[in-house]
């Protein structure tokens, strides 16, 4: 069986991979794997010529990312499309749950698109409502801060943030990152190193999705 697992970014791939084994789901691969990649994007090209590769097994996670042009199901028609000029018809919609789909030949196709499959944004979503603390005090306060300079952007005034409003949950997240025992430690090492809680409970349909996904 030839397995291929695909992720939008780096930062996702170690994410997912890390939480795998935190949740000891069974089959996940080794995230050095010749099989596991990052494609640095989720363009319908990009896509394409990925799902162009062989492949029994195809595990896919990408962000839903914000309009014009994202979105979870906007995002997931993107996959459709790429897969429909690879000759593999995916369901219409994408299920809250993720995608497990058996193709009629066999092969397997799983999607997860975060945060979780319906809402706009992206792996930071993800991450802040599943596993930063749910009382965590620095959390308040990073949120704090980024919408005072997201208000002082709206003003013109001083200091003020250079990023779009849209990007306001990694900004977030990154800024309470940088306050961990080891400042601005990425996310999958966050899974490792404990800044991040991974309870079962919080993350179980992802963890669900991730067993089916992964299943041999």
């Known amino acids: 069986m030839v397995r291929l697992c695909l992720f939008e970014a780096g930062d996702d791939l170690h994410l997912v991979m890390h939480l795998a084994a935190r ?38 996670v990408l962000d839903a990312d914000g309009p014009p ?9 993107r996959v459709q499309r ?12 994408l299920p809250p749950e993720g995608l497990a789909h058996v193709c009629p030949d066999g092969r ?9 499959n319906e809402r706009e944004g992206a792996m930071e979503e993800f991450a ?26 709206a003003s013109h005034t001083e200091p003020a943030a250079r990023f779009e409003p849209s990007r306001a949950a990694k900004a977030t997240l990154r800024t309470w990152l940088s306050w961990q025992k080891r400042p ?8 490792v190193e404990g800044a991040f809680e991974v309870d079962g409970h919080r993350v179980a349909r992802f963890a669900d999705w991730l067993r089916a996904a992964f299943a041999p």
């Not at 790429?82 to 919609?93: D, F, I, K, N, T």
């Open 82 to 93: 790429a897969m429909a000029a690879c000759r593999v018809v995916l369901p219409e919609r």
């Open 184 to 191: 601005g430690v990425p996310p999958g090492s966050a899974v």
């Open 23 to 60: 949740l000891s789901i069974p089959g996940r691969p080794d995230a050095r794997g010749s099989g596991v990649k990052s494609l640095e994007g989720n363009d319908e090209a990009k896509l394409t010529a990925a799902f162009k590769q062989e492949w029994d097994q195809l595990v896919l």
């Open 128 to 153: 802040l409502s599943g596993l930063v603390p749910a009382d965590d005090s620095l959390l308040a306060h990073a949120a704090s801060q980024v919408g005072m300079l997201l208000a002082n952007r």
């Open 69 to 77: 042009e994202g979105g979870a199901q906007k995002t997931y028609w």
């Open 108 to 116: 397997r196709v799983s999607v997860w698109i975060f945060p979780d």
